[in-house]
C-alpha cells in the first residue's frame, strides 16, 4: 500500500488542525503576544503609553527585591514538588499495587478527588481553624503536654504555605504517575521475583524507570502551578511573605502593567527553562 500523500489529504489535514490552531493562536499565542509588547511600553503615575523601551527589565534585574523573591519561589517550588512526589508516588503505588479489585482501585481513586471539588480558596480556609493559635493541632499539643504555648510559625509562616501548596496540587501527582502504574505489565514484577529480585530491588529498577513519565508529567503540573499561584502565599503567609505571582499581583494592583508584564515575560522564560531541564531527563512523547 502506497503511504504517498496526495495534495488532496493534505489539505485536509491542515483544515482538520485549523480550528485548533486558531483556538491555540486566539487564547495562547495573542495574549503572550500582547503581555510581552506591553513590557517593553512606558509608564506614568496615571498612564501607560505604547514605546519600546527596557526601562521596565532594567528596574527588574538591578532590584535586589526581584532575586530574593524568585529565589524565595524556588524554595516553595522546590520543597512542595518533593512532597508532592513523595506523597503523590506512595498513594498512587498504593492504589496500583496493593489494591487488587479494579471496583475499589475507582472508589479509592474517587475519594482522593472530593476534596479538589471544591475551590482552592475554602480549602486554604480550612487549615486557619486548626493551625492557628488557639486551633486544633496547638490545643492536642499542648493537651498533651509536648509543649507549654502555642506554636506561632504553624500559621502564617512559609510553613503554612507549602503546607497549602502540598495539599492542593499532590493530585496532580497522583493521577499521573497512577495511569502510569496502571499500565505496567504485571508480568515484569512477577518475572523480578521469579528472579529473586527484592521488593526494594522491584521498586527501583522496575516500577521507578517505567513511572518516570508520570513523575515527570506530574512534575511539570506541581512546579507550573507553584510557581505560578500568588493568592495561596498571600493567603497563608498573612501578607509576611511573597514569590514572583504576588510581585506582579502588586504591579497589577498599582496600575503598573508594564512592569508586571516584564516580570510575568520573566517568570514565563524561567518556567520553560525549567520544564525544557526536567524534558531532558525523559523523553515524554516517546515514553507515551
Request: aromatic share 14%.
Amino acid at each position: 500500500m502506497s503511504s504517498k500523500q496526495t495534495p488532496s489529504s493534505t489539505l485536509s489535514g491542515w483544515l482538520m488542525a485549523s480550528p485548533l490552531a486558531l483556538v491555540l493562536a486566539l487564547f495562547l499565542v495573542l495574549p503572550i503576544a500582547m503581555i510581552v509588547i506591553v513590557s517593553f511600553w512606558g509608564a506614568t503615575e496615571f498612564s501607560i503609553y505604547p514605546a519600546f523601551i527596557f526601562d521596565n527589565y532594567e528596574f527588574l534585574f538591578r532590584s535586589s527585591v526581584t532575586y530574593s523573591v524568585f529565589l524565595k519561589t524556588f524554595m516553595f517550588t522546590i520543597i512542595s514538588w518533593a512532597l508532592c512526589l513523595a506523597i503523590g508516588f506512595t498513594v498512587a503505588y498504593f492504589l496500583a499495587f496493593h489494591i487488587r479489585a479494579q471496583t475499589w482501585q475507582i472508589v479509592l481513586f474517587l475519594v482522593c478527588t472530593v476534596p479538589f471539588l471544591t475551590s482552592n480558596i475554602i480549602r486554604m480556609i480550612s487549615w486557619v481553624p486548626f493551625l492557628g493559635r488557639n486551633g486544633i493541632a496547638n490545643q492536642t499539643l499542648i493537651s498533651m503536654g509536648m509543649i507549654d504555648e502555642p506554636l506561632e510559625w504553624l500559621l502564617f509562616s512559609d510553613f503554612a504555605v507549602v503546607l497549602a501548596f502540598v495539599h492542593l496540587y499532590t493530585l496532580f501527582m497522583v493521577v499521573p504517575i497512577f495511569n502510569t502504574m496502571m499500565r505496567i505489565d504485571k508480568s515484569l514484577l512477577e518475572a523480578a521475583r521469579d528472579a529473586g529480585a527484592t521488593g526494594f530491588q522491584t521498586l527501583t529498577n522496575v516500577i521507578l524507570p517505567l513511572t518516570k513519565p508520570g513523575i515527570m508529567i506530574g512534575s511539570i503540573f506541581v512546579v507550573t502551578l507553584v510557581m505560578g499561584d500568588f493568592i495561596t502565599v498571600r493567603f497563608m503567609s498573612g501578607s509576611q511573605s511573597a514569590n514572583v505571582g504576588r510581585l506582579i499581583s502588586n504591579d497589577v494592583a498599582l496600575l503598573r502593567y508594564p512592569s508586571a508584564a516584564a516580570t510575568s515575560v520573566v517568570l514565563l522564560i524561567t518556567v520553560l527553562i525549567v520544564i525544557g531541564i526536567m524534558l531532558r531527563f525523559v523523553n515524554i512523547r516517546k515514553e507515551l
